[in-house]
């Protein structure tokens, strides 16, 4: 194992101890910065209005342009979303848990910054270890946007993270150097195909061969 790979794994260890922490933050409606299995994210209680709001005053960003979710599991899932359609279970099954954000129909009462404007909530399971224990510690979801104010370079170590936020995030839970060098894949989810939004670290080539090149555009 390299001096990396200890360094980040004694970091993982020490986040896992410190998670009550921070989802005891979470559950007052605080925000925490914590690394998800792409870059690091900005974290709140995403059913507490407040808390959401505090998110996007963070990091500066246009009340119009949603903000991605995590989800501990498919029942949680089913909180926010209405509908997966055939096309989105066969992108769970390949890739979840994993960097891929699927946009689907919301349910009713969801809060309006989550969503896009034809009603759609990003949502995905993380493969980060710490991201999950945080998810099922707070037993809601977690937003996720990545821990930069917009704008600028997003955060892959905590120290940067730390460097955008002191002295304005009380929990910073550390999980090493994150090697991601883009941020999740965000789709959008139509009945029977799929729109490409961002490409991130699963790219459009992959989505093609799961689905059928005619399925995916963009």
């Known amino acids: 194992m ?11 260890n020490e986040a896992l101890e410190n998670s009550s922490t921070a989802v ?8 925490i910065v914590f690394p998800t299995e792409t870059l690091y994210g ?3 209680d995403a059913l507490n209005d407040a808390a959401v709001d505090k998110v996007f005053h963070l990091k500066g960003r246009n009340p119009h342009n949603p903000i991605p979710v995590l989800v501990a599991d498919h029942e949680m899932l089913h909180t926010l979303v209405a509908k997966v359609p055939t096309v989105a ?12 954000t699927l946009v689907l129909p919301r349910q009713k009462n969801i809060p309006k910054p ?24 707070l037993g809601r979801p977690l937003t996720a946007t990545s ?13 940067v993270a730390k460097n ?12 090493g150097t994150l090697t991601s060098k883009s941020g999740s894949t965000v789709v959008e989810v139509m009945e029977d195909s799929i729109k490409i939004i961002r490409e991130g670290e699963i790219n459009a080539y992959e989505l093609r061969q799961v689905l059928g090149a005619e399925k995916v555009v963009g």
């Open 147 to 159: 821990a930069n104010p917009s704008g600028k370079e997003p955060a892959r170590t905590l120290q």
């Open 114 to 137: 989550l969503c896009n404007r034809e009603g759609g909530v990003g949502v995905r399971i993380s493969s980060q270890p710490i991201a999950t224990l945080l998810v099922n510690g």
């Open 42 to 44: 900005l974290g709140a």
């Open 164 to 175: 955008y936020f002191v002295h304005r995030v009380d929990v910073f839970v550390d999980g």
């Open 24 to 31: 005891q933050a979470l559950k007052r409606g605080d925000v």
């Open 89 to 100: 279970r066969k992108l769970m099954e390949r890739y979840w848990p994993g960097p891929l």
């Open 2 to 12: 390299s001096k990396t790979e200890t360094a980040s794994s004694k970091a993982q």
